[in-house]
């Protein structure tokens, strides 16, 4: 079974920052390229970032101010978030991600909430 477990996520002020969690499954883990998504109210889901190997990827609004990496032992994929703007809030969730397209979209987990707000 597939499973995402987000967590994380909070009221942050702009500027702040968070860290987000997914652990998943170890069997999915091990074998794919991992990635986080988000969604806000009105708006579809997207790749934030993603990470294979050593190589990671990010969207052009998020570079140099996220960051993101995996604990192999932990089965757990994380994102560092600086600098945070209020148009980073959303649903952060994780799967495993293939160029960008969730390879287990009837999986998601409950996600993590991020508000960013004074």
């Known amino acids: 079974q597939v499973q995402f477990v987000e967590s994380g996520g909070g009221l942050v002020q702009p500027g702040g920052s968070l860290r987000l969690s997914c652990e998943a499954s170890?069997?999915?883990?091990?074998?794919?390229?991992m990635g986080w998504y988000r969604q806000a109210p009105g708006k579809q889901r997207e790749l934030v970032a993603a990470?294979?190997?050593?190589?990671?990827t990010y969207i052009d609004s998020v570079k140099g101010r996220f960051t993101i990496s995996r604990d192999n032992a932990k089965n757990t994929v994380y994102l560092q978030m600086n600098s945070l703007k209020p148009e980073d809030a959303a649903v952060y969730y994780c799967?495993?991600?293939?160029?960008?397209?969730?390879?287990?979209?009837?999986?998601w987990g409950r996600g993590t909430q991020v508000t960013v707000s004074s």
């Open positions: 990470i294979s190997g050593a190589r990671t």
């Open positions: 799967n495993a991600d293939n160029a960008g397209r969730p390879i287990f979209p009837a999986s």
């Open positions: 170890r069997s999915v883990f091990s074998i794919f390229a």
